[in-house]
């Protein structure tokens, strides 16, 4: 069997038996590994203290072929989350975080892209981001990373300039205003606060938003619509979702 090492990011951890877990990992070049972690419960274990949720580690796994679950032989912290739980909003945006990409990524899948927006989120949250700012920025960029989220260039009923800026549910699209009332079922409108917020998400990392004020309510309009398109895009809502914050 082969063996992987990676830089990787503990998402989650599920018992397995009474000293040993199921621990996923979001690794650098293969997404999603679910390994066994033999022993990882016991007080001596070489794992104890690594195996914690967004703890930057490298680890080396040993892969089954047929990609099932494989076996944690090593793992060495990287960059401990311990400073993030110490707070928490920001234990609440991690948590959320962590079952975001472990339901919304396939297994052995490279997602480059997703891995470096991980690491931006935690950097931005070092930074002073607040956490409303940061979950938001995170639900945000994950979906449009993932197809899901539509660039705000054009009207999906017409192809012309939508703004100002209304997300309609059933054409999980932009709506201009005149497509809008013609053919609208419901969504949310951003509002020009709004725009401005998604234009300075699209445009900046989260360390460099760190500093800049947004009005709560423009937050919370964004964050309204990429929530919901989440959870639709995930199957469900999910169960750690920090509502709270925004």
Same mark, same amino acid.
């Given at each position: 069997?082969? %063996?992987?090492?990676?830089?990787?990011?503990? +998402?989650?951890? $599920?018992?397995?038996?009474?000293?040993? *877990?199921?621990?996923?990992?979001?690794?650098?070049?293969?997404? /999603?590994?679910?390994? /066994?972690? &033999?022993?990882? &419960?016991?007080? &001596?274990?070489?794992?104890?203290? %690594?195996?914690?949720?967004?703890?930057?580690?490298? %680890?080396?796994?040993?892969?089954?072929?047929?990609?099932? !679950?494989?076996? /944690?032989?090593? #793992?060495? #912290?990287?960059? =401990?989350?311990?400073?993030?739980?110490?707070? *928490?909003?920001?234990? @609440?945006?991690?948590?959320?975080?962590?079952?975001?990409?472990?339901?919304?990524?396939?297994?052995?899948?490279?997602?480059?892209?997703?891995?470096?927006?991980?690491?931006?989120?935690?950097?931005?949250?070092?930074?002073?981001?607040?956490?409303?700012?940061?979950?938001?920025?995170?639900?945000?960029?994950?979906?449009?990373? $993932?197809?899901?989220?539509?660039?705000?260039? $054009?009207?999906?009923?017409?192809?012309?300039?939508?703004?100002?800026? $209304?997300?309609?549910?059933?054409?999980?699209?932009?709506?201009?205003?005149?497509?809008?009332?013609?053919?609208?079922?419901?969504? #949310?409108? +951003?509002?020009?606060?709004?725009?401005?917020?998604?234009?300075?998400?699209?445009?900046? @990392?989260? &360390?460099?938003?760190?500093?800049?004020?947004?009005?709560?309510?423009?937050?919370?309009?964004?964050?309204? !619509?990429?929530?919901?398109?989440?959870?639709?895009?995930?199957?469900?809502?999910?169960? =750690? %979702?920090? =509502?709270? !914050?925004?």
């Amino acid at each position: 069997m082969p %063996a992987l090492t990676c830089d990787a990011y503990v +998402l989650v951890r $599920h018992p397995l038996t009474e000293s040993s *877990w199921i621990v996923s990992f979001f690794t650098r070049d293969s997404g /999603v590994v679910r390994a /066994v972690a &033999k022993g990882a &419960k016991r007080v &001596k274990s070489p794992f104890r203290g %690594a195996l914690e949720t967004m703890n930057r580690v490298r %680890a080396e796994l040993v892969v089954k072929e047929g990609r099932g !679950l494989g076996t /944690v032989r090593s #793992v060495d #912290v990287l960059e =401990s989350a311990l400073d993030l739980f110490g707070n *928490w909003p920001k234990a @609440s945006v991690l948590m959320a975080m962590a079952e975001v990409l472990e339901r919304g990524l396939p297994e052995h899948g490279e997602e480059e892209e997703t891995y470096r927006l991980t690491g931006a989120a935690l950097e931005g949250l070092r930074a002073g981001a607040p956490p409303p700012l940061a979950w938001v920025y995170f639900q945000t960029w994950f979906l449009r990373l $993932h197809g899901v989220f539509p660039r705000t260039e $054009h009207c999906a009923g017409c192809d012309r300039d939508p703004h100002p800026l $209304h997300f309609d549910w059933a054409a999980g699209d932009w709506l201009c205003p005149a497509c809008r009332e013609r053919q609208g079922t419901g969504g #949310v409108s +951003l509002g020009r606060g709004g725009e401005t917020l998604l234009a300075a998400m699209m445009a900046r @990392s989260l &360390k460099d938003l760190a500093g800049d004020a947004f009005p709560p309510a423009d937050l919370k309009a964004l964050g309204a !619509l990429v929530s919901r398109t989440l959870a639709d895009y995930l199957g469900g809502p999910l169960a =750690s %979702a920090p =509502s709270d !914050l925004v």
